[in-house]
């Protein structure tokens, strides 16, 4: 695999990459016994750590909260969908289906998918020093840059609520589309006044849609 050699990977277990790309479709479709999801949990839990670790470092003065939400940032599924885009990743995924069944939010979803099992396998092929230096390569310069990937207004509605002392509730107002390709509408009530509503493809994306328009129209300036 020219993916290996791209990353300096020798492999130990060969294996373990072909898994790292193997989506369920297609291991269904070819009679397979396995897909990437138990490395991608491994990979979630390595890069998680990882990144911590180098944000705990970095940040001696972030409480633990604002460490959160800083981590968050660089492994939220739009961030993750950027590395595995520009890294090339997403063009060695193995799956099988049709337009009618694999939806374009789903190809998304896997493309994130798979940049956490592939650092699973590198982790259990290669060792944690290994995977801190692959990370390190990818995801600290967007950290030293401060790369925005993602915006939490849901968070910031919160801390405006607790600090005006008035009730923020989400309510929904709409489910359409098919059970894998659903689409929600959240309206964001404040003091039972609505003052957005928000569109996602699941109800955290809606409701952080519908937040981001509270904070428009609140004039709450991000931070």
């Given at each position: 695999m ?19 790309f ?34 705990y ?14 981590r968050?940032?660089?492994?939220c599924?739009?961030?993750?969908i ?26 998304l ?23 801190k ?5 990818i ?7 401060k ?21 923020i509730?989400?309510k929904?107002?709409d ?9 929600f ?20 994306e809606?409701?952080q ?9 609140l004039k709450?300036?991000?931070?």
């Open positions: 020219n993916l290996l050699e791209k990353f300096n990977i020798l492999p130990k277990d060969r294996h373990l990459y072909d898994v790292a193997t989506h369920g479709s297609y291991g269904t479709k070819h009679g397979l016994d396995y897909t990437y999801e138990r490395l991608e949990f491994l990979g979630d839990s390595v890069l998680n750590m990882i990144v911590s670790e180098y944000l470092k970095q940040y001696p003065d972030y409480e633990e909260g604002k460490l959160t939400k800083l968050a940032n660089y492994v599924q739009t961030a993750l950027y590395y595995s885009h520009e890294l090339g990743l997403d063009k060695h995924i193995k799956i099988y289906g049709d337009d009618s069944k694999i939806t374009e939010n789903e190809v979803s896997i493309t994130a998918d798979v940049f956490e099992s592939f650092l699973g396998a590198i982790f259990l092929d290669q060792g944690i020093e290994f995977a230096d692959y990370i390190s390569k995801i600290f310069p967007y950290i030293d840059a790369k925005v990937f993602f915006f939490d207004y849901k968070s910031v509605i919160k801390e405006y609520g607790d600090a005006q002392e008035v009730d509730e989400y929904i107002i489910e359409c589309g098919v059970p894998h390709n659903k689409t509408i959240i309206s964001i009530l404040i003091d039972g006044k609505e003052m957005g509503v928000g569109k996602g493809k699941n109800k955290k809606a409701e849609a519908a937040s981001k328009q509270a904070m428009k129209k709450i300036q991000k931070y």
